[in-house]
């Protein structure tokens, strides 16, 4: 069965430090594994996105994530973190099966805090 | 630009009403879902369809059914409401297998009393 664990509720950093929010996961056959960002009293944003390829994946503002398939992990990363980036953060994980449902199965959260 | 709508925002409803949340999606997507979100559980599948009038249930789908008669709407219904209902509701739509990701709507706040 799918899963996906994010183990951090919360992630605090200071503005101008890389951020990583961390990400593992559990899956049949090679997984599509996504993150997304929501903002207060918003819907979730796609971020970025693995499928095949390079394990490190640049998304949008500034973002991006290593795969590493023997550790089953697909960390995000920022080299350096801004106010504005303070928001939810969600893994997600699609069986990469070419048969089969297109269940995406999301992790819990991260709420990532920046400080000024 | 492409988007996800869902009907209202914000919605107080009363416990044992029929309750319907609308979505729609402008990018001709095959499949659409709906989700809700509560602190600390992430976002749980209720229903997805993949098509016009298929539907699959998804990990929580007991007390809601959906609808799709048109590709680009897909309707959520809360048969009897009950305050354990009180949740986040996003709809969510996907090209083809839905590798690409989703795109999702603002949101729907139901509030049930």
């Known amino acids: 069965a799918q899963s996906v664990a994010q183990p951090e509720d919360q992630v605090n950093v200071a503005e101008g430090n890389p951020l990583t929010v961390k990400c593992t996961y559990s899956?049949?056959?090679?997984?599509?594994l996504f993150w997304y960002v929501q903002y207060p009293n918003r819907g979730l944003q796609f971020l970025l996105k693995y499928i095949t390829g390079d394990n490190l994946v640049k998304g949008s503002y500034g973002f991006e994530a290593e795969f590493n398939k023997s550790q089953t992990s697909f960390h995000l990363k920022k080299p350096s973190a801004l106010v504005s980036d303070s928001a939810l953060y969600f893994c997600?994980?699609?069986?990469?099966?070419?048969?089969?449902?297109?269940?995406?199965?999301f992790g819990a959260g991260t709420r990532l805090f920046v400080k000024a | 630009d492409v988007k996800v709508t869902q009907s209202s925002r914000y919605l107080v409803k009363r416990t044992g009403e029929k309750v319907f949340l609308e979505c729609v999606q402008d990018?001709?997507?095959?499949?659409m879902f709906w989700y809700r979100q509560d602190p600390g559980l992430g976002l749980r599948l209720i229903y997805f369809s993949y098509d016009v009038k298929m539907k699959e249930k998804g990990d929580i789908p007991e007390g809601y059914s959906v609808s799709r008669e048109k590709k680009e709407r897909f309707s959520l219904i809360l048969e009897s409401a009950s305050t354990n209902q009180t949740s986040m509701y996003l709809c969510a739509s996907s090209l083809g297998r839905a590798i690409y990701g989703y795109t999702f709507g603002s949101g729907t706040r139901l509030t049930v009393v």
């Open positions: 997600a994980v699609r069986d990469g099966r070419l048969t089969g449902g297109f269940k995406t199965i």
């Open positions: 899956v049949s056959g090679n997984p599509y």
């Open positions: 990018m001709d997507h095959e499949n």
